[in-house]
C-alpha cells in the first residue's frame, strides 16, 4: 500500500529523485539528503509502514531483510570495522519526520552516546 503524499513513497515511484546505494524488490536504501554523518544512508521498505507502532507479525520477516541489506551496505561503503549506528525514530519525542518506517544507517566518525 502506498500513501499518496508520503515523501518516501514518492521516492520509491522515483517521482522524487535520490541518491541510490541499494535496491531489491522488498528495500531501497539512499543517501540522507541531510547527513549527519560521513555515511548517513536511509533504508525503507518498499512497502509504506507508518512506525514501529504499526509493524504485523508477518512483517518480521521484511525487518530481519531490511538488517541483512544493512550488512552488506556497511560491507561495501567499508564502515563494517570501524562501526556505525542503525537507528529508527518513531513518533513525536522520538524524533520521527517522514512517517514512512525508516532506519539511519551512520558511521564514518566517532558517533556520540546517548544521542541527545
Ligand atoms: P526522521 O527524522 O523521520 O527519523 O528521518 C527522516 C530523514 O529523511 C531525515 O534525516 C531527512 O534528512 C531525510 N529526508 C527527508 N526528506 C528527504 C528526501 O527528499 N530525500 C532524502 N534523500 N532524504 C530525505
Ligand atoms: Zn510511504
Redesign the pocket.
Known sequence: MEKEEC?FCK?IKKQ?P??MVYEDDKVIA?????P?APV?V?IIPRQHINNVNSLNQDEAELIGHIFMVAKKIVKTLGIDETGYRIVS?SGKQG????EHL?F?LLGGRMLKWPPG
Open positions: 515523501i521516492i522524487i535520490c541518491d539512499f543517501n540522507d539528503i541531510s549527519e548517513h536511509i525514530n524524533g520521527q519526520t517522514v525508516h539511519h
